[in-house]
Structures are given as C-alpha cells and as structure tokens.
C-alpha cells in the first residue's frame, strides 16, 4: 500500500466536487492529494488520503498514470497549494520594521509584508527562493536570474 | 607526571640495603610519586617497583623512610579504594589487606596506570614482561615564557602559506617608515638655509613641494600596507576559524563534557578574531614603530649626540613600566574572559530553556541571574579600563622628561651657538615622532597580555588531541556480522570512580539484549562505550571477535545506529533528517525508511510534506514525531548494531504503539542493545541483563527473570505499579 503503480488507478471528477480514486478497483470517494515534496519535488511523488484523512498511497511518478488522471493530479494540486510565482518587484520600503514588498506575479500583483526577512527568504536550490510572509502567505520566485535586473537587485540584497 | 623510572640515589640506596627485603630485589622497574604521607601530611612519597618488590616510601624532613616492603609475588590483590578527596591502594597479603598509601587526584591517573602496570606484575604468575613502557624523563613544565614563544611560533605557521603578501606588505611597511624621517631634516634646512638668507630663498617653493610629496607618497604607501595586512588579518582569522570548527568536530566526546557551549562559542567568535587583530593591528605597528625608533635614534645621534643621549634617558623607565604594567594587567585581562565566558553561558542557558523558565514563571529570576553576570562583565571590564587608563598618563608623563632635557640642554647650546635654531627644531619634530612610537609600543603593552591569552587558548583548542579516528593496526571490517562480546569490562569517568564493574556478555548476530536497571546503574554508560565515545579502562568489547580499539572509528560507528531517548534533530528539512547518515539515499529510499518508521503519513500530511523545517533542534515537531524521524534516519543507517534508549516519557496510546511497530521493523536482523524502559520492549527482548550499581546482577529472559524473583522481579513490580497510574502499560 505504500508505493502504488500509476497504471493501477485512475482519477476522476465531476466539476467541482473532490476527484474519486479507484485502486485496483476499490472505490475512494473525496480524495485529498498532497506532495510529499512540495518545495524539492512538485512534480513527483504524490500522496493520496481518503475523505477521512487516512493514508492511501503513494504515486511516486504522476506523469506515468493516464493523461486524465495526471490532469486532474495537476489541478488538484494547484488547488491546494497556492504559491503565486512572483514575475517582477516593483518596490521594496521599510515601515517600522516591517518591510512591503510591491510585486507582480502570476496571479496578479500584491503586496508582501515581512518583519523577519532572514526567516522569510529561503533559497530552496540556486536561484530559486521561497518568500513567506508575516501572514504566513507563500510566494515563489522560480528562477531569480530570470526577473528583470531591478528585481534582481532588489531581491539580491537580502539573501 | 607520569610513571618514571629513576628515583632518588638516596631512596635508591635505602632500598638496596634495606634487610627485610633480602637480597635479591631486581632492578628498578618503575616508580609513581605520590602527594600523601601516612599520616596524611602533604609530603612525597612514592610507590617504588622493582622485578621482585613493591616499595612505598616516604620523604619528612628531607630523608626517606621506606613504609612499606612486599614481595611482588606474595601480593594477591591490589584494590584503589576512592575517598572522599583522595583514594587509598590496598594490597592483600595471606589473606588479609595492608592499606599502603593514600594519594590525593592530582595524582589518580599516574597511579591508576601503575596499578594497572603492577596488575601485570603481581602474585606468583607475575611477569615483569607485561609492564607498559614508562616514561624516560618527566616531561618538563613549559614556562609561560616558553609557552608564549610557543604561540609565536604557532602564529607564525598560520602566516606561512601567506608569507608573500606578508614580505611585500612589510617592505611597504619600512618603506613608509623611510620616508617619516624626511620632513623634519628638510624643515631644518628650511629654518637654518632658507629663510635666514634672501638669496636662497628660491628653494622654498622646491622644499614645500619635496614636503609635500613625502606627504602624498607617505599617505599612498601607508593605504597600501593598511590595505595588505586587513586582507591578510580577515584571511588568517578565517583560517583559525576554520580550523576551529573543524577540530570541534574531531574531539572526543570527553572534551564535551568538561565544557560548556556558551565558552566555546566565545572562543570561536572572540578569541579566533584576536589571530586577526595581531596580524593587522600589532604586528605592522610593532615593525613600523620599532623601525621609526630605530631610524630616529640613528637621526639624533648624527645630529646632536649629546642632545640625543638626554632623549634617551627616560626609556629605561619606560621599558621597566611597561614589563610590568603588562603583568599587572594580564591578571585582569583573563577574568574579564572568564565573565564574557559565563555570561555568554549564561544567556545561552536562559535563551534555550525559555519555555522552562516561563512555565515555572522564572523571567524574573533568569533575569536578575543574567543581571548579575552583566555586572560581574561590568566590573571585570572596568577593572581593565579604569587601570590601563591610569597606567598610560603616568607613562605620557615619564616620556615628557625627556621633552625637558632637551628645551634645557639645546637651549644652552643654541644659546651658546653650538647648534641653530633649524637644528633644535628638527630635534623637537623627532623628538615628537620618536616618542609617540616609544608610548604607541608600550600601549601595545595593554593588548599584548589580552591578544596572548586569547591567542593561546584558541590554539589550546586548535592542538587539543582529535580522536583516534584509525588506530595503528586498524583491522577493516566493512561488514559486521553482529556478535557482540563485552569480557570484563571496567570503566569510570574519573580514575579512581568505576561506573562498570567486570560486565560480561556475549551477544548473537540479530539477539536482542534489555539493559535494566535503576537509573545511575550505569546503562547509559554501557552503551557509550559501544559506541566508543569512552574506552574501556579494563577488559575490552569485541565485535565479530575483534576488539573494537582496533576499528577505524569511522567504519565502527558507520555500522552503529543509535536511537537516543530524546533525538535530537538539525535544523533543516525532514528530509536531511533522515538521510543524516546516508546523503547519498534517494527519494524512494527515504519515503520506504519514514513508512517503515510509521512516520510517512504524518510527515505528508504536513503542508511542505518532507520539505517542512523542523526548527532548531527540531522543535516544530511532537516528541512523538521526533522519535520516529530519528527511528526512519536509523533505518536508513541500516546499521548492524543498534543501540536504542528507549524514551520514558509516556506518549498516547496510538503514537506508542506507532513507535513500538517501528523499532521492532527497526530492530529485525539486527544485534540490539536496548536500554528498555517500556514492559512490551522487556517482554520482546532475547535476554535481560540487570545492571546495578555498575555490576551486572541477573542475566536471562522475562520469565526466567521474574520466576527468579530477584532484582529484576522487584523493578518490574515498581514499573507495573507506576504504569497502571499512569496508564500505559505497554
């Protein structure tokens, strides 16, 4: 029950209501998904819990299972995980120890309040940083040298 | 001092002529000196060996008196009985026992190894060819003269690799101490040549401009040396950081022990920067200054001699007040470390254990703690500043003396038409530069004892001896099967204190063995000792039959899993955690570990799943996850002897039955030595071996154990009786 074949289940959906998984025939109704790497490995290893939360298995290469499936792997995943990619910093001022951010990213722009910017900022791999907020809120910068160069400086400065 | 083997002629003659003995003594083999006379008078006496006997004499009033004298083979036993501030040697003698000699610990160790040498020696099988080879010669006390030339020479070998950017920054160095002495002899020229005369007035433009430049190239020169010896200084202060830590990581376990955090981490954030200070601050000073002084004193003597003798006349005062101006303050210097030493320990201390301290609503008490060590830094640090700044005006004033002789004797002398104006004025301006050298030389007197303690003691750390990673005649074992003999094991921490008392027990591949006991009866000894934190002090553990003195260390704990009662966990993700041991495991291979230790499922359920940090000593987690994160990071190990100290704390019913399952998938093929706490662990266990007191009591199974009825059948009441209180039973 631990490592489960991607060709042995199949996930489906209908509209907005949680995805059904069968195993090997055995029908799960209202299953959660979950990375097990959320920041290493987004794209692999992908846990699956039933309506109660109890553990189901593990799919340890999504892409494998058929292309419905995987898709609504995707979604799903989208859906629990909210991380916007930041795309720009326009602006970065301190205001009594806190430090706003002004950013663009993919889901639109926003704006990011931090008071502890050492604990904040965490350089996941080079390049790759990982912005949480005094809320808690998570942001992503994917690829730091890939933002145009005052973003970069502005983000440099503090890692 | 260690054993020796030469003692006094005297002694020696008492010994050879003594008629009790007889005459066949053998020659000396070796001999301790002790501190204790039989009365208990501090005085030397000393345990004497020879082929045949054992002597203890006694030293009063300068002439020795032998106490007592044994034949080595009538001797049946030696015991060291520990007292309190001093232990006692006692022989057994046809059965009956003659206290020999009392001995306070500053001598503990030597005497335990010559009682370990006399062992060897002792009854009618007694074989002086087992004896451990002694020292030739005492080893000579360094002086602390010889121990600062020693750190100077030490300092020396840090700037070594750098010796290149060290000459050139030198060079710059003297260079700029060249030019210091040009302005005063051209004002001289300008004073006496130029200005007198209407004539030669057109050098003055051409001397302004030559003054101007030794200016601007002096400046220039001294940017540039500045500059040098800065990056010289980070650099070697880098370097004796990085040595630093990586030697903290080397030392045995004992070195832990005798310290505490909060001190070493001074040492590595002060004490390795004062490498630095010395390299940029003192030693560019001492050779521009000290050149100045030279080149100064040649300058004078060309000038004027007799004016330049009366400049003289207070540096011997200065030199004597500086010598001892530096003893004086090195007293204080060191206890001002001592208080940044404790106080840093101190706010360590309270910053860890804050949750403690506001449970127990201490802020109030951690604080007033705290305050009093800020105050004893107060003081020390004041002692220091008020002192030195008393000390440096009283040596101002002593170099102004000079300042006097010479308004009064040049005085005379221009007056007299001896010497100019010009020359008089030089005089003054290198009387001005010379001074300030002499004074900035003997205010280095301040930081000299400073920098040399600091110095010396990051060395201290730096030349502590590293574990012996892999002894000579290191025997490879890349794979253990398992079997696990412990024959006659003996150990204490402190010579003279026994933890273990002649544990014996032989473990097969896969058994599983409960450690039992009250606590102090010296489980956890044990399983250091395992895991060669300790050596024995007698007997020995082998494993596979090879003695583990013979493994390298890193190939030995590499095949040792140890699951401590409460894990501890680095900051960083759970993933690192659990491939601690094993960097190079993959993805799967960690998530078949954490499943295994039933710590899969709580771990993705977490919101950045094996990402999540842990926090500093993996505070973010229950103790329940933490116990199965170390138990998935063991699994990885997959070492083949494991060692568990099973946690106390009761957990709900549900973590500890997720925890059990997980140490018995963790335990299954592997040697186990378990400090078992919980009745199921006691139950499962292969065999039980009861400690108490360091002496191993009762050896066998649960129902064995408990039919006997004995030791073990009476902690298992206790434990019964304290588990359905708390309603845990496992």
């Known amino acids: 029950m631990s490592f489960l074949d991607p060709s042995a289940i199949r996930l489906e959906r209908r509209d907005d209501q949680p995805p059904t998984l069968s195993i090997a025939g055995d029908l799960f109704f209202n299953v959660k998904i979950r990375q097990a790497f959320p920041l290493s490995f987004e794209n692999r290893y992908i846990t699956f819990f039933d309506q109660e939360d109890e553990y189901l298995g593990l799919v340890a290469e999504p892409s494998s299972c058929d292309e419905s499936t995987f898709r609504i792997i995707r979604d799903e995943i989208e859906w629990r995980y909210f991380r916007p990619r930041i795309t720009r910093v326009a602006e970065m001022e301190g205001r009594g120890g806190t430090s706003i951010f002004s950013v663009e990213t993919d889901r639109g722009a926003v704006k990011i309040p931090m008071r502890d910017l050492r604990e904040g900022m965490m350089e996941l791999s080079s390049g790759r940083i990982l912005i949480t907020d005094e809320h808690g809120n998570r942001y992503e910068i994917p690829d730091l040298d890939r933002l145009d160069r005052r973003s970069r400086r502005l983000i440099r400065r503090l890692i | ?730």
Request: proline share 4%; hydrophobic share 45%.
């Open chain 2, 1 to 730: 001092m260690p054993l020796i083997n030469k003692i006094p002629a005297e002694l020696n003659d008492l010994i050879q002529s003594d008629p009790l003995a007889g005459d066949d003594k053998g020659e000396l083999l070796f001999a301790c000196k002790t501190d204790l006379a039989p009365d208990g008078r501090i005085d030397e006496s000393m345990l004497v060996v020879t082929r045949r006997q054992l002597v203890v004499a006694t030293r009063s009033d300068e002439a020795w008196t032998l106490t007592h004298t044994l034949s080595l083979a009538a001797i049946t036993g030696l015991t060291v009985e520990p007292l309190v501030g001093a232990s006692a040697l006692t022989a057994e003698v046809d059965g009956s026992s003659i206290r020999l000699l009392r001995y306070t610990h500053a001598v503990a160790q030597d005497m335990s190894d010559a009682v370990e040498s006399l062992l060897h020696l002792i009854g009618p099988d007694g074989s002086p060819d087992h004896t451990e080879p002694v020292t030739e010669e005492p080893v000579p006390d360094w002086s602390s003269r010889e121990a600062h030339l020693r750190t100077f020479r030490r300092l020396w070998t840090f700037c070594l690799p750098h010796w290149r950017t060290l000459v050139i920054a030198m060079v710059v160095t003297i260079a700029a101490s060249a030019i210091d002495l040009l302005p005063p002899y051209l004002t001289m020229i300008l004073v006496d040549q130029v200005l007198v005369d209407q004539s030669t007035f057109i050098w003055l433009p051409i001397i302004v401009a030559l003054l101007a430049v030794s200016r601007i190239v002096h400046t220039g020169v001294t940017i540039i040396s500045g500059r040098m010896m800065a990056v010289l200084g980070d650099r070697l202060a880098y370097d004796a950081r990085s040595e630093l830590l990586n030697v903290l990581q080397l030392l045995p376990l004992k070195y832990y022990d005798m310290q505490q955090t909060g001190g070493l981490m001074a040492r590595i954030a002060r004490d390795a920067k004062s490498i630095h200070y010395f390299w940029i601050d003192f030693a560019p000073q001492v050779v521009q200054q000290g050149l100045l002084v030279i080149g100064m004193t040649a300058v004078l003597f060309y000038l004027n001699w007799e004016l330049a003798l009366l400049v003289l006349v207070p540096i011997p005062a200065i030199i004597y007040a500086s010598i001892h101006i530096k003893r004086y303050l090195m007293w204080f210097y060191g206890r001002s470390w001592d208080s940044w030493a404790t106080f840093f320990e101190r706010v360590n201390d309270a910053l860890s254990g804050i949750r403690v301290v506001k449970i127990f609503a201490q802020e109030k008490r951690q604080s007033r703690d705290m305050q009093l060590e800020n105050e004893k830094v107060f003081t020390a640090e004041r002692n220091i500043h008020v002192r030195s700044r008393t000390v440096r005006p009283l040596l101002a004033f002593i170099v102004s003396v000079g300042g006097l002789l010479v308004w009064w004797y040049g005085g005379l002398q221009v007056q007299s038409g001896e010497m100019t104006t010009g020359m008089l004025m030089a005089f003054f301006l290198y009387l001005a530069m010379f001074y300030s050298p002499v004074q900035q030389l003997t205010s280095m007197a301040d930081w000299i004892p400073e920098m040399m303690t600091a110095i010396t003691r990051t060395f201290e750390v730096i030349d502590s001896p590293i574990e012996d990673y892999a002894p000579a005649g290191t025997v490879d074992v890349p794979r253990f099967e398992g079997r696990l003999e412990l024959q006659d094991v003996n150990f204490g921490y402190v010579a003279h204190q026994p933890v273990l008392k002649g544990i014996n027990l032989h473990v097969e591949p896969g058994e599983m063995i409960g450690l039992v006991g009250h606590s102090g009866a010296g489980k956890s000894t044990l399983i250091k000792l395992m895991c060669r934190f300790y050596d024995v002090d007698g007997g020995q553990i082998l494993i596979d039959g090879i003695d583990v003195r013979r493994m390298d260390l890193m190939q030995l704990r590499s095949q040792i899993g140890y699951v401590e009662q409460d894990p501890f966990l680095f900051s960083g993700s759970v993933t690192d955690n659990i491939r601690f041991g094993n960097q190079e495991a993959s993805r799967e291979a960690i998530i078949e570990a954490a499943i295994n230790a039933n710590a899969h499922e709580f771990i993705v359920k977490l919101p950045d799943g094996y990402d999540t940090s842990v926090g500093e000593r993996g505070g973010r987690l229950s103790g329940g996850e933490r116990q199965r994160v170390a138990i998935a990071r063991a699994i990885l190990h997959d070492p083949r002897i494991l060692i568990l100290d099973e946690p106390t704390s009761a957990l709900d019913l549900e973590t500890e039955k997720k925890i059990q399952e997980a140490l018995g998938r963790l335990m299954e093929g592997r040697t186990t030595l378990a400090i078992a706490h919980r009745l199921s662990t006691l139950r499962d266990a292969d065999r039980l071996l009861v400690l108490k007191n360091g002496e191993p009591v009762e050896l066998g199974t649960h129902e064995e154990l408990l039919d006997r009825q004995g030791e073990y059948y009476r902690l298992v009441q206790l434990h019964t009786n304290v588990s359905s209180i708390v309603g845990v039973e496992g």
